[in-house]
């Protein structure tokens, strides 16, 4: 039995799926399991951060877990519970999902956040292997309304170039770590095989799509005030904006060849998951246009 926290979430639910593929038993924490949509045959169960006992619930009789926490910085002890939560439950391989840059200092805030979580998973007695991801091909699904309408795609990183990776192959390799111990131990830096700034990433769009498209850079204070509108503290707006300043003066500019060891092949391009979600980006026709129909 394979436990995933997370489980509705980007990597999360792309593990779940790829076990499932493979025939493996999945039980899967959500805080609301009423509303999980998941595929068929994976155990679905309660599980609450903020309640320990309801992981440790979740954990009994599942032999690995794939931890993810909780981001921010009131929330640093939160990897720290579940592993050891998950380890005392009788877990014996831990996946614990952390980021590129942890424990870089220039990174900021942002470089501490997995810290904790980090030291537990390698404290904890058991199999466990660390992933440090970089930048998701799939934050850029944030664009998609502003594609949609016709806007500049904002861009708060500016010339600053990263190793995006695709989610999908993040996955893979936790799914690899989960049923192996080949990976034990291992502390695996995973980005995609080329750098590229969010102008490089809007022009494969651009290129996808058919269609041109305009980036605009977003000022500090203009991305604070979106942030606070969103809800978000202080504290997490200012560790986010120094690590996107961090990427801006190319900190995150690193590709490795950790992917391609844990998996045996290369990875995924940007341009290949932008292809593989491009409707995402599409505008839907209106009902004229639907009407109107084409001439060959």
Do not use: C
């Amino acid at each position: 039995m394979i436990l995933i926290t997370g489980a509705t979430g980007t990597i999360g639910s792309e593990i779940v799926r790829q076990l499932v593929a493979r025939g493996e038993q999945v039980r899967a924490v959500t805080r609301d399991p009423a509303q999980a949509s998941l595929p068929a045959g994976v155990e679905v169960v309660r599980g609450d951060y903020h309640e320990p006992a309801s992981i440790a619930a979740a954990a009994a009789g599942a032999d690995a877990a794939f931890i993810v926490g909780i981001l921010g910085p009131e929330y640093v002890d939160a990897d720290r519970t579940l592993i050891t939560t998950a380890r005392d439950a009788g877990v014996r391989r831990i996946v614990k999902l952390s980021a590129i840059g942890t424990g870089e200092k220039a990174v900021g805030g942002i470089g501490s956040w997995h810290l904790p979580g980090e030291q537990a998973a390698r404290e904890s007695g058991v199999d466990w292997t660390i992933l440090r991801p970089s930048s998701f091909a799939s934050n850029t699904l944030s664009w998609a309304d502003a594609i949609r309408n016709d806007q500049p795609v904002p861009s708060m990183t500016g010339s600053g170039r990263q190793g995006v990776v695709d989610p999908r192959d993040v996955s893979a390799v936790a799914v690899q770590a989960l049923l192996s111990s080949d990976h034990a131990g291992r502390v695996y830096t995973l980005t995609g095989p080329e750098l590229l700034t969010s102008a490089d990433q809007v022009a494969v769009l651009a290129e996808v799509l058919g269609q041109p498209l305009e980036v605009v850079d977003v000022q500090n204070e203009a991305a604070r005030e979106h942030m606070r509108s969103a809800g978000l503290s202080e504290a997490f707006i200012d560790a986010a904006l120094a690590g996107q300043a961090y990427v801006r003066g190319g900190g995150n500019a690193v590709v490795t060849d950790d992917l391609r060891q844990a998996l045996g092949r290369a990875p995924r391009t940007y341009a290949e998951w932008a292809a593989d979600h491009a409707a995402v980006f599409r505008a839907a026709p209106t009902a004229s246009a639907r009407g109107r129909g084409t001439i060959a």
